[in-house]
């Protein structure tokens, strides 16, 4: 987890910042600004970061001091979880609406300060708030968090709602990232070794989701279900969307989808004796046959080369499939049904009983010495 830690003591100010940049938007704060406690849940909210502020400060004489010390500090924080910048999605950018106005804010996580503001507040005081502190704010954290940050003012009169567009803005523009999503329905069906899985990483909870399917592991095919794991913010977003998108399968499919995961989590396991024999059998039986076949480590399927006798005869994929189909009654999948690179291959269920197939594959083998 990517988190700063900052106590910050001067004459005037007592401040103490706990910051997490892969957190879910959690946000304590108390500083004895009421207007800057505000600003700060939109940093933490917008931004999906977990903030944590305590600061006493002179706010009898005015607000100048802790908002500038909170500023350094949560600065301070942000570079300390920055670390060393390596490997992360350096810029960001955001436009953020609030009814009349719009603020833009774009962002280099560089480590070379910069701030070109250009905000415009008609009012001089939001609350008992000084509106000239806003900047000062963005100064002290584009200072001590090394970032280059600008921000533009496109519209807008109602003074609140511009500096808040601009907080927000600024948290969005600095949460943008990288997801990493992996499509992996097969990882339960590694026949050796062990299957490659987002998971195993030590940060995938920062920007990874990972997907997997009922079908292949669970023998659920019927039910067109998958679940998703991954990072609180990337789950959240896809629960969000699918509520938008589509109205899910039926309650009834999804009570079979979660019976499946508690009561037979070990189902996908026991497939693995049965796939492994289908594959050695079929591909012994093959080669038998004179059609040499590459063994996969994962997965429930064979992929087969388009014999030379059949490309000689300038069967692509496709007609080669038909022609085995008629001549065999043995249904593969042409490799070009998934793509230009699969030209030249075919695709073998291994769904069938290891007998069935030991059959299938004498009638193909019967069939392609008579080419």
């Known amino acids: 987890m990517r988190t700063g830690t900052i106590h910050r003591i ?26 800057l406690d505000h600003m700060l849940h939109q940093l933490a909210s917008h931004g999906l970061l977990d903030l944590e502020i305590s600061a006493v400060g002179d706010t009898h004489i005015d607000d100048h001091h802790t908002n500038e010390d909170v500023g350094i500090a949560v600065g301070q924080a942000l570079a300390q979880a920055l670390g060393d910048r390596r490997g992360i999605h350096r810029f960001g950018h955001f436009v953020a609406p609030l009814d009349e106005a719009l603020v833009q804010v774009a962002l280099d996580c560089s480590g070379r300060p910069h701030l070109s503001y250009g905000l415009t507040i008609p009012a001089q005081r939001i609350g008992s708030y000084d509106t000239e502190l806003v900047k000062e704010f963005f100064v002290a954290v584009a200072n001590n968090a090394g970032l280059t940050l600008h921000i533009r003012q496109l519209d807008g009169v109602n003074s609140h709602h511009i500096v808040e567009a601009c907080f927000k803005a600024f948290a969005r ?49 019927g039910y067109r279900l998958a679940f998703a794991i991954g990072a609180e913010w990337l789950i959240t977003a896809l629960r969000q969307l699918k509520g938008v998108v589509d109205f899910n399968q039926s309650l009834a499919l999804q009570a079979g989808a979660i019976a499946a995961l508690e009561r037979a989590p070990e189902w996908p396991a ?16 093959l080669e038998a046959a004179g059609w040499v076949v590459p063994r996969p480590s994962m997965a429930l399927y064979l992929w087969l080369p388009v014999p030379e006798a059949a490309r000689a005869r300038g069967l692509d994929s496709e007609a080669f499939a038909a022609a085995l189909l ?6 593969l999948t042409p490799g070009n049904g998934f793509g230009p690179g699969g030209e030249g291959w075919q695709r073998l269920a291994l769904v069938h009983p290891a007998d069935d197939l030991e059959a299938g594959a004498a009638r193909m083998g019967a069939w392609l010495a008579a080419l």
């Not at 600095?174 to 940060?203: F, I, K, Q, W």
């Open 10 to 35: 001067t004459g005037e100010t007592d401040v103490q910042v706990q910051l997490n940049l892969d957190g879910t938007g959690r946000c304590q704060v108390a500083t004895g600004v009421p207007f």
């Open 173 to 221: 523009a600095l949460r943008h990232d990288v997801v990493l999503a992996h499509d992996n329905p097969y990882v339960d069906l590694a026949l050796e070794g062990e299957a490659p899985a987002l998971l195993r990483h030590p940060e995938w909870r920062r920007c990874g989701i990972e997907f997997f399917s009922f079908s292949k592991s669970w023998c659920l095919g």
């Open 270 to 285: 026991r497939l693995l004796d049965v796939y492994r024999d289908r594959r050695d059998r079929m591909g012994a039986a």
């Open 326 to 331: 008629e001549g065999t009654g043995v249904c």
